[in-house]
């Protein structure tokens, strides 16, 4: 058990038999009556966010999760096929467990599987990718790199907004938590 002071984000709970992962919280102490904690929770089952309050001092369970270093080999049908990088074995992800992070997936990409007594939850990407843009507008010559951005659809299917100085073939540096530009490689 750990006390909802303890929050940080990140952290995986579980309450009523639900696994949540703390993405955001607030401690919050108001002037009349009792401080209280305010949190965003995203369930790693089907992955809705919900915003849940808690007394202070408050306790919930805290979930083990395991991560293993696996490498992503390709899609078949609507699942994902994952290879454990030490035992060679091999496991599927439902396409709706990782909808959002299929953007940033690519054949041979290692990624860490998140399980909770075996039942697999998800895949954890790297905080940056590297892709290649499949299309954009090209760029005209006298735009500046803090000009103003145009977009650019990348190997995946993701689009983001790029600097005009960016073309064809580039590869970019990419953000997986919010899917902004970097860089280019």
Do not use: C, W
Request: net charge negative; aromatic share 8%.
């Amino acid at each position: 058990m750990i006390s909802v002071n303890d929050f940080r984000t990140g952290l995986t709970i579980m309450i009523d038999g639900q696994l949540y992962r703390v993405m955001d919280f607030q401690h919050v102490k108001p002037g009349k009556g009792a401080a209280f904690v305010r949190s965003k929770l995203r369930n790693l089952r089907n992955g809705n966010v919900t915003e849940k309050t808690f007394r202070a001092g408050e306790k919930v369970e805290k979930a083990q999760i395991d991560n293993r270093k696996m490498q992503y080999l390709y899609a078949q049908g609507d699942s994902h096929v994952f290879m454990d990088m030490e035992s060679y074995e091999q496991t599927e992800l439902a396409s709706v467990q990782i909808e959002e992070e299929l953007k940033y997936l690519l054949e041979n990409m290692e990624v860490h599987i998140q399980s909770y007594q075996g039942e697999m939850l998800g895949v954890e990407l790297p905080n940056t990718v590297v892709l290649e843009v499949k299309e954009t507008e090209p760029g005209i010559k006298g735009d500046t790199a803090s000009g103003g951005s145009k977009p650019a659809t990348l190997e995946t299917g993701l689009v983001v907004q790029v600097p005009f100085f960016v073309n064809e073939g580039d590869k970019l540096v990419i953000n997986t938590t919010d899917g902004s530009y970097v860089s280019r490689a």
